[in-house]
């Protein structure tokens, strides 16, 4: 069962911020939301989570809705290194089975 | 530091023989992961080993599949009798401990396998 919906590609410019949604209407209580990456050929790369409030580090800014029942993940200024595959997912804090879905698709142009 | 490393990064190989993918996790991780991605797919989990407990291996997709972790250190994932449908990318993650929601996982690069 699919707990989380992504569009599977979009397309941003160099420079300019890259809005990522997330659906996930299902979401419980305990439930975090995570973020992962995958460059092509590398392995998958943690980029941030967050529960209810918004959160920033160095990579990302995570803005959650009120409902809880999406999500956004900015990319500040894109650069041509941040085309990926991006997997949003939700899971309590203690399970350690990352479960991906196929993610967007994110293509950094020139 | 040194992040996870996964040996062979290719292997090619013919159906029927057994394979041996080797993970080097960071030092003083002691959670250790391993997943399968096939092309263009998401992420399965295989097994996970946590310090000197019992492993998790729910996610082993049969009994040609097996790990082993010594202490805190190397992995492997053996697959006995390879068929086809074992072709995909074998990724080998680490972190510090599993539990809680800061456990980020640090992935190693993987080893695609290809039978053929």
């Known amino acids: 069962d699919a707990k989380t919906t992504q569009p599977p590609s979009m397309d941003c410019a160099e420079g300019r911020a890259a809005n990522l949604p997330c659906n996930h209407s299902t979401i419980s209580g305990n439930e975090y939301v995570y973020w992962y990456r995958q460059i092509h050929s590398q392995g998958p790369q943690y980029i941030i989570h967050?529960?209810?409030n918004n959160e920033t580090n160095e990579m990302a800014s995570l803005i959650i809705t009120e409902d809880r029942k999406s999500s956004t993940l900015i990319l500040p200024h894109a650069t041509l290194r941040d085309t990926a595959v991006y997997y949003c997912?939700?899971?309590?804090?203690?399970?350690?089975?990352?479960?991906f879905g196929a993610g967007t698709t994110v293509t950094v142009r020139a | 530091g040194a992040g996870v490393s996964q040996s062979p990064s290719n292997k090619v190989t013919e159906k029927g023989k057994d394979v041996e993918l080797r993970c080097d996790p960071i030092?003083?991780?002691?959670?250790l992961y391993w997943y399968r991605q096939r092309l263009g797919q998401g992420l399965e989990f295989l097994i996970y080993f946590q310090g000197n407990s019992a492993p998790d291996k729910s996610g082993l997709p049969s009994d040609r599949f097996s790990a082993e972790r010594t202490g805190e250190s190397v992995s492997t994932l053996t697959i006995q009798r390879t068929q086809q449908e074992d072709s995909a990318v074998y990724l080998c993650?680490?972190?510090?401990?599993?539990?809680?929601?800061?456990?980020?996982?640090?992935f190693g690069p993987g080893t695609r396998l290809t039978v053929l």
């Open positions: 993650a680490s972190s510090l401990t599993s539990g809680g929601a800061w456990n980020e996982q640090f």
């Open positions: 030092s003083g991780h002691t959670a």
């Open positions: 997912i939700v899971r309590v804090g203690y399970d350690y089975k990352l479960s």
């Open positions: 967050g529960l209810k």
